[in-house]
């Protein structure tokens, strides 16, 4: 079946600095790819959307300039956060579609804790 | 807006036991409808899809149902298992059939050997 990854699987950085996380549809080109945040015992909330080729739509309420997002070609996606605090400390999955109206694939996700 | 809510939050059952996981969405105007799995810690494992013109879809031991009227859906999980552990989650497109999902907050299943 289709498979999406995200690299890295977990990080812990400090304070200020950036880090980047790598979405890519391994066997699937995706012309769209979602990032979703996850906070503990919260549910998935969708952060932005990311389309190859042109500028990602950020969902109200999350910053552009904090939360890069390239999606440079039709199988990886890349979301950076960028000037990182304890607050962004969570837990980030990305997906991506092979058509309209098939199932969504997840990438395993990216454990990010911030000092 | 669209909103998914999941019931029971948690569950607790002991092995062997056929058990139910209740979704409902406010508005029945899905394309489609997917139950999820998510392990601690881990990314999410998609279970089953079903279309908005199918009621049910099967795998294994385990059945969705969708009824789109009444805005609901079920997963069935038949003979339960320590492994089916988990929390479940279930999810439909916001807007077209390409949209992002939005999600219950999910059933934490917990099956006693």
């Known amino acids: 079946g289709a498979v999406v990854s995200q690299h890295p699987s977990r990080v812990i950085c400090k304070s200020g600095t950036s880090v980047k996380i790598e979405c890519r549809s391994l066997d699937f080109q995706a012309t769209t790819m979602f990032w979703y945040r996850q906070f503990p015992k919260k549910s998935l909330m969708l952060m932005a959307t990311?389309?190859?080729?042109?500028?990602?739509?950020?969902e109200q309420g999350v910053e552009k300039d904090k939360f890069l997002i390239n999606h440079a070609s039709l199988t990886l996606s890349t979301l950076t956060v960028t000037s990182a605090h304890p607050e962004d400390s969570s837990f980030y999955i990305c997906?991506?579609?092979?058509?309209?109206?098939?199932?969504?694939?997840f990438g395993p996700g990216t454990r990010l804790l911030v000092l | 807006k669209q909103e998914v809510t999941q019931i029971p939050a948690a569950l607790s059952v002991p092995e062997g036991e056929n058990l139910v996981l209740n979704c409902s969405f406010t508005?029945?105007?899905?394309?489609?409808l997917q139950w999820f799995r998510q392990d601690p810690g881990k990314g999410l494992t998609s279970l089953l899809l079903i279309q908005s013109s199918q009621r049910e879809q099967t795998s294994g031991r385990l059945n969705a149902s969708l009824d789109k009227s009444s805005g609901r859906s079920t997963l069935y999980i038949a003979a339960s298992q320590p492994g089916d552990s988990a929390t479940y989650l279930c999810a439909v497109p916001n807007g077209g059939s390409q949209g992002n999902l939005i999600f219950g907050k999910g059933t934490k299943l917990s099956v006693k050997p």
């Open positions: 508005d029945s105007a899905i394309y489609n």
């Open positions: 990311s389309n190859e080729g042109s500028k990602a739509t950020y």
């Open positions: 997906s991506a579609s092979p058509g309209a109206g098939e199932t969504q694939y």
